[in-house]
């Protein structure tokens, strides 16, 4: 719910990268929902240069970028990647996945921009197979730098 409230409130400029779950225990038809949500959230953004770039990365047993941050520069092409992307179906590496979203997703090299909002969005069955308590509370430890 903060999320989309955020974004409905029309900051200026954003670094949004969505994580999504591809795991087996997901089941395509959720993952299927899980896209059709995704870009109802971008429909809901102001995508441009000096506004929200968006960033999307799937994880399953691996850790996969499907696009970076401002790969994309309308809704259309965004919106037209996710509906792209193919479900992963292997297991659930929730910790591995947030460790990328941390240290990768959001880097200058990935597309991220200094001085920019940074908002990770996680999409999860909520049953992972390896430790995530130390990315979350980093994760958590950056939120409240920003």
Known sequence: MFVIF?????????????????????????????????????ESVDVG???????????????RQEFPLGRYTNKRDIKTAVKKMSYMEKGTMTGQALKYLID???AISN????????????FTDGRSQDY???AALKAKELGKEN
């Open 49 to 63: 240069n000096n506004k929200a770039h968006v960033g999307l990365v799937q994880y399953s047993s691996a850790v």
């Open 6 to 42: 955020f974004l409905a409130c029309g900051a200026s400029a954003i670094d949004l990268v969505f994580l999504i779950d591809g795991s087996k225990s997901v089941r395509p038809e959720n993952f299927e929902l899980v896209k059709q949500f995704i870009n109802q959230i971008v």
């Open 111 to 122: 597309g991220g921009r200094p001085g920019v909002s940074k908002v990770g969005i996680v």
């Open 104 to 106: 990768n997703t959001f």
């Open 132 to 134: 995530i308590n130390d």
